[in-house]
Structures are given as C-alpha cells and as structure tokens.
C-alpha cells in the first residue's frame, strides 16, 4: 500500500484521471505461508519529512482493514518501535 502525496492530477470526464506525486509513506504485507492470505507487515516506511503528520497510522488502519494481518515483523528501528507502541502495537 502506498501514500502519496499529490503534485498535479489531469484529467476529465471523457479520460481517466491521472496523478503525478510524491511518495510519502508505504506498507508492505507478506503471505509467509504462501495461502493466499497476508498475516503480516514486513515493512513499513514514512519519508523522513512527512514524519509525525499520520501516515504510518493511516497506513496501517487501512491495512488493517482490507488484510487480517497478525503479525508486524522485526527488526524495528527505535523510531518504528516507539511508533509501534504508540499505536497498541506490542510485542
């Protein structure tokens, strides 16, 4: 999954629209036990200057409710660790 944050966008009722921007956040989820299912966030990643502003959290809430991962997956920087505890998330 990925966030972005727009810089121009083109388009109208006759021709899809299309976007140009950049990318401030994403989340990886795996299917470890290859059963069609994703139980896990692999990685997750904020710009460094998007920081602080809800991606991760929107990432992971959204995430969360299209996959029913069980699992967020180590190592954790000590930046993702604390971010990880503050959201619930405890190992």
């Given at each position: 999954m990925l966030?972005?944050?727009?810089?121009?966008?083109?388009?109208?009722?006759?021709?899809?629209?299309s976007y140009t921007g950049h990318i401030?956040?994403?989340v990886i989820l795996s299917?470890?036990?290859?059963?069609g299912?994703?139980?896990?966030?692999?990685?997750?990643?904020?710009?460094?200057?998007w920081r602080r502003?809800?991606?991760a959290k929107q990432l992971l809430a959204e995430a969360r409710s299209r996959f029913?991962?069980?699992?967020?997956?180590e190592p954790y920087s000590p930046d993702g660790d604390?971010?990880?505890k503050a959201c619930g998330y405890v190992k």
């Open positions: 966030m972005l944050t727009p810089v121009q966008g083109a388009g109208d009722e006759d021709h899809p629209w401030t956040g994403f299917d470890r036990d290859e059963d299912s994703y139980e896990a966030v692999s990685h997750i990643w904020t710009a460094s200057r502003k809800g991606i029913e991962f069980t699992e967020i997956e604390a971010f990880l």
